[in-house]
Structure formats: structure tokens, C-alpha cells
């Protein structure tokens, strides 16, 4: 996050340590990178994902947690004034939200990684919502967005119209004797709990081999674990030597004149794979049955990450002032919300964004020259007034998560910094 904000989000490194409000919006390791040492309170998050943080990393001190559920908003005390942070169910996995900042560094959406369907974004306040094509009543000033799929074209069906492929297929393979599904993640779950239900078997999970899944699975669906390793519906580990290891099962079962056991992959990343390598960019049609691969292999497009398209409805919607990528970086710049709306924005002396880059406007001097984004980031200066150097890391960060280079600032914005360089000197003497 920038460095004129008081908090961290998913970011828990020496540099965030610093900031004193940490919040962590699921559990997904990729989230929680540096979490086993951290040892600042408080960490806000909801109970289901401290406790699943918890079981991955016991030695963490369980008191710098600091609860908030769904639909619940804190005002925290921050010496650089009071803000409020509300958190909302971001459809990815078990416990996970968004965080919606609003403070006086404005108004700020964290999705962490979600899945934007229409029932998310209702339940955020009206007032961020556009209607009938009319903008908002109030603006966001920063999306700080899951962007996995934003460059992506493939079509992606709804949760619930995977889990119902997944199904279908299991349906049409009665005599397969065992169905291995590669659903260790966690954002996999609700998948289980709709295959058991509809089927009336439990699932068998490795509690040895696969332990952080058996795990989870024991927070948040105990009803569904088998511990029976017989049991025809199977957890599956999905990644290493998962091939090696299906073949060796289908190739057994072919060699023995046995049905053969039936293997279940529900991914997005087999499609994104498959539409880099043979379509390009080119838009494709919705996957709407799982689909057997050259290995036997049956692959069916479930996603807990939004489609592109997904993303720019959103963003229609919320018509922030700007957005920036979490994950994977330089990603927003592929949205066309973004390209159309963000990049040439006026900048004006009132706006966050300099509180964002820390850069004070001093009492009495003049405001900076209103300017535009996509001229801050253009706009080149001596190398002597500003190198690379004196831009702090995270600002870099920004700059970079918008796919652009890191800035030089216009030469309004240098005399804005010269004077509060001066106004700081004379401070000191
Ligand atoms: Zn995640």
C-alpha cells in the first residue's frame, strides 16, 4: 500500500511494519507472505480467517487478531485522524472480504482477491454505486483490485454453474469407481460441499499428504470429510506430478480391464493456458460442459477470481478515480475502464493522491498546477532534482502496479517539493 497510509493490507514485510494497522483480507498464502514472524498488533481480519491462518502458522500469537465480520464497520484512532474500515464478503473463499477504507485520505476499496458478481457488489453502500448510467454520489478515490483475470478473454461461468458441471460429469460417469477431484485449495471447498450433498458421500481427504486441506476442510465443511480411504469421492493433490500420478491410476485400471477412475480438474488456469497458446486475445465461447484433455483428464473453468468482463462491469458500476492492481501487477492498465477513465484525470491540489505519495502541500504556498496523471508519470525531470532514488519503494510500487513508468514529476510538482524541502530546513533551525 502507499506510504501516506497508516495501514498495510496482505502485506506483512519490514517496510509494512511500520504502518500501525495491519489487515489481511483471506488466508491464501500468497497473502500472508511474512505473517509467521509478524508480531505487531493489531491484525484485522474475520474469526474463519485467523483461525485458518492459525493452523498454517501455530507459532503466531493468536491475541494480534483483532476481529471484524461481514457488514461491520470500525472506527479506528489514528493520530493522522480517525477512519473507518468496513469489511464485505468478497465471494473467493472461506472468511474472505473486502475492506472498504474511508478516512482523510479518502475513500479507498480493497478487494483482496474476490469473485465480483452482482450479490457482492449490492452489498456495498449505495452511495459508491451508480445507477441508470449516473455516476455515483460519491467517488471512490482508489480500487485497489483483484486483477487476475484482466487480461484474459476466456469466458468464465459463474461459480455455481462450474459446480454444476463438475456434477454433470460425475453423473454421466457411473461406472467410474473413484473420482479424484483436485480441490485441496481452499477457495474449493463449496464445490466439495455441493458434489457431497448431491451425491450423499462424503469425501475422503489425505489427512497425512494433505493435511493443510484435511485441515480446512475440518473449519469450515467437517460434515463432508470421510475417513474412509475407500470412499469413491477423493480429494486429489493437485500439483505436484499430478499427471505422472492420474496416468499411473488410468493406466492401471486400462491394463487390469477395470472402468477407469475418474479425474476432475477445476481450474481456470488450464483455459487461460490453453487460450494463450491457440487463440490470442480473441474471445471464446463460455465453457458450459467439463472437457477432456489428451491425458484423460476432465477440466471444468471454476473460478474464485472475476473474468475480465466481470472486472469492467464492476468498475462501471463503482467509476473510481482510480485503480490499482494487487495481483498480478501492471494488470489494470488492461482494463478498458481504466484506459478510458484513470490515466488522464486532473490531479488537483485537494486530491488524496499526494497524501497517498506523502507529499505535503505547505500552509500558505501555492497549490500545484492542476495536472493529469498520465502527465505526472510523463513528464521528465533532471535526473539531479529526483532519481529513482528518492522515490520511496512503495510510490514506485504504485506507479508500477499501473502499468506505467515510475514518474518524474511536472515541474509544479518540483517546486511544490523544493518549498516543502525548504519549509522542513527551516523547521529545523
Ligand atoms: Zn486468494
Excluded at 478516512?103 to 480493497?110: Q, V
Excluded at 467517488?139 to 461459480?159: A, E, H, N, Q, R
Excluded at 469450515?220 to 505436484?240: C, K, M, N, Y
Excluded at 497524501?355 to 510523463?378: A, D, H, N, W, Y
Aim: proline share 6%.
Amino acid at each position: 500500500m502507499p506510504k501516506g497510509l497508516p495501514f498495510s493490507v496482505d502485506t506483512f514485510s519490514p517496510i509494512s511494519n511500520r504502518k500501525k494497522h495491519h489487515f489481511l483480507t483471506h488466508a491464501h498464502k500468497d497473502h500472508s507472505v511474512g505473517i509467521s514472524t509478524h508480531s505487531f498488533f493489531p491484525i484485522y481480519s474475520t474469526q474463519i480467517t485467523k483461525t485458518l491462518i492459525l493452523q498454517q502458522f501455530p507459532q503466531l500469537d493468536s491475541s494480534l487478531f483483532v476481529g471484524i465480520e461481514i457488514g461491520e464497520t470500525v472506527v479506528i484512532d489514528d493520530l493522522d485522524g480517525t477512519f473507518s474500515v468496513t469489511a464485505f464478503d468478497a465471494n473467493h473463499c472461506p472468511g474472505a472480504v473486502m475492506f472498504l477504507f474511508e478516512g482523510n485520505f479518502g475513500n479507498i476499496l480493497h478487494t483482496g482477491d474476490c469473485r465480483l458478481t452482482p450479490e457482492c457488489l449490492q452489498n456495498l453502500p449505495e452511495k459508491y454505486i451508480g445507477r441508470k448510467g449516473k455516476k455515483p454520489k460519491y467517488c471512490l478515490d482508489y480500487v485497489f483490485l483483484d486483477c487476475t483475470f484482466g487480461k484474459s478473454f476466456i469466458m468464465i461461468p459463474s461459480k455455481h454453474s462450474a459446480i454444476q458441471q463438475v456434477i454433470n460429469c460425475i453423473w454421466k460417469h457411473p461406472e467410474a469407481p473413484m473420482v479424484y477431484m483436485t480441490c485441496d485449495l481452499l477457495a474449493q471447498d463449496e464445490l466439495l460441499v455441493e458434489v457431497s450433498r448431491t451425491f450423499g458421500s462424503k469425501v475422503y481427504v489425505d489427512r497425512v499428504n494433505n493435511a493443510e486441506c484435511y485441515q480446512a476442510l475440518t473449519l469450515t465443511a467437517p460434515e463432508i470429510l470421510s475417513e474412509d480411504a475407500r470412499s469413491r469421492f477423493q480429494v486429489f493433490e493437485g500439483f505436484v506430478n499430478f499427471y505422472e500420478r492420474a496416468r499411473t491410476k488410468l493406466t492401471e485400471a486400462r491394463a487390469n480391464f477395470q472402468p477407469e477412475p475418474l479425474f476432475i480438474r477445476p481450474s481456470a488456469q488450464w483455459y487461460v493456458y490453453d487460450e494463450d497458446s491457440k487463440t490470442g486475445s480473441q474471445r471464446k465461447q463460455m465453457p458450459v460442459r467439463a472437457k477432456k484433455d489428451s491425458f484423460g483428464v476432465w477440466h471444468v473453468c471454476f473460478s474464485s477470481h472475476s473474468s475480465k468482463e466481470e472486472l469492467e462491469w464492476a468498475l462501471q458500476l463503482l467509476q473510481p478515480k482510480r485503480v490499482v492492481s494487487t495481483t498480478p501487477s501492471c494488470r489494470a492498465m488492461e482494463l478498458n475502464y481504466v484506459k478510458k477513465h484513470c490515466l488522464h484525470k486532473e490531479v488537483t491540489s485537494d486530491d488524496p493522491l499526494w497524501k497517498l505519495m506523502e507529499i505535503g502541500v505547505e500552509e500558505g504556498s501555492s497549490s500545484p498546477q492542476v495536472s493529469t496523471f498520465s502527465e505526472i508519470c510523463r513528464i521528465q525531470i533532471p535526473i539531479k532534482v529526483m532519481n529513482k532514488r528518492n522515490l520511496s519503494e512503495s510510490v514506485r510500487k504504485l506507479y508500477r502496479s499501473m502499468n506505467v513508468l515510475v514518474p518524474r514529476p511536472l515541474p509544479s510538482l518540483v517546486k511544490l517539493m523544493n518549498s516543502n524541502k525548504r519549509a522542513k530546513r527551516s523547521f529545523q533551525f
